[in-house]
């Protein structure tokens, strides 16, 4: 378990400041008036080590928040690690693109003129129903994840109801006229 968050910083007046890595983090943002929502890429802002900083002082909170749950994480071995893992979860993994630089973006020319946008895997366990209502199921398993244009693809028109033929009136069913 972390038993400190903080780190020493010194400021530009000399005087020293104790600071966790996301206060630092958060303050560089503030001071570059630069947002940091949700989904915000803060890449840039982030120092070397302060991502295992800050992996530490989320891995002490959420110890904290296991205890306010009244969770025994020192004896049971369910909990024991489970600060760190959810802690990694979160940096590694559920918001990693807020401290990894963007990939570059590859544009390719739409020599066929699409203009819809059709999205490809990664779509282990995705079921594709084949034809439609109860239809058997097939299933699609892909590690490759391919984006291109694409036309929307059309539903099939409906198909008109099935009319039934009446018989004239003072005609009986089933029978022939003249015999």
């Given at each position: 378990?972390?038993?400190s968050l903080?780190?020493?910083?010194?400021?530009?007046?000399?005087?020293?400041?104790?600071?966790?890595?996301?206060?630092?983090?958060?303050?560089?943002?503030?001071?570059?008036?630069?947002?940091?929502?949700?989904?915000?890429?803060?890449?840039?802002?982030?120092?070397?080590?302060?991502?295992?900083?800050?992996?530490?002082?989320?891995?002490?909170?959420?110890?904290?928040?296991?205890?306010?749950?009244?969770?025994?994480?020192?004896?049971?071995?369910?909990?024991?690690?489970?600060?760190?893992?959810?802690?990694?979860?979160?940096?590694?993994?559920?918001?990693?693109?807020?401290?990894?630089?963007?990939?570059?973006?590859?544009?390719?020319?739409?020599?066929?003129?699409?203009?819809?946008?059709?999205?490809?895997?990664?779509?282990?366990?995705?079921?594709?129903?084949?034809g439609g209502?109860?239809?058997?199921?097939?299933?699609?398993?892909?590690?490759?994840?391919?984006?291109?244009?694409?036309?929307?693809?059309?539903?099939?028109?409906?198909?008109?109801?099935?009319?039934?033929?009446?018989?004239?009136p003072g005609?009986?069913?089933?029978?022939?006229?003249?015999?």
């Amino acid at each position: 378990m972390i038993t400190s968050l903080a780190t020493p910083v010194f400021r530009n007046e000399g005087a020293t400041t104790t600071l966790t890595a996301s206060g630092r983090i958060r303050q560089r943002l503030r001071e570059a008036g630069h947002r940091f929502h949700a989904n915000d890429n803060i890449a840039a802002f982030l120092r070397a080590g302060e991502l295992d900083e800050l992996r530490g002082e989320v891995e002490a909170r959420m110890h904290e928040v296991l205890r306010a749950l009244v969770i025994d994480t020192a004896r049971d071995h369910n909990t024991v690690e489970t600060a760190r893992r959810v802690a990694k979860m979160f940096i590694d993994e559920v918001f990693r693109g807020r401290y990894e630089e963007p990939p570059e973006v590859t544009s390719f020319p739409n020599a066929a003129r699409l203009n819809g946008l059709m999205i490809v895997g990664p779509t282990i366990g995705t079921p594709i129903p084949r034809g439609g209502g109860s239809a058997p199921i097939r299933w699609r398993s892909s590690l490759k994840m391919i984006a291109s244009l694409a036309p929307a693809p059309r539903p099939p028109a409906p198909a008109p109801p099935a009319r039934r033929r009446r018989a004239p009136p003072g005609c009986a069913a089933g029978r022939r006229s003249g015999s």
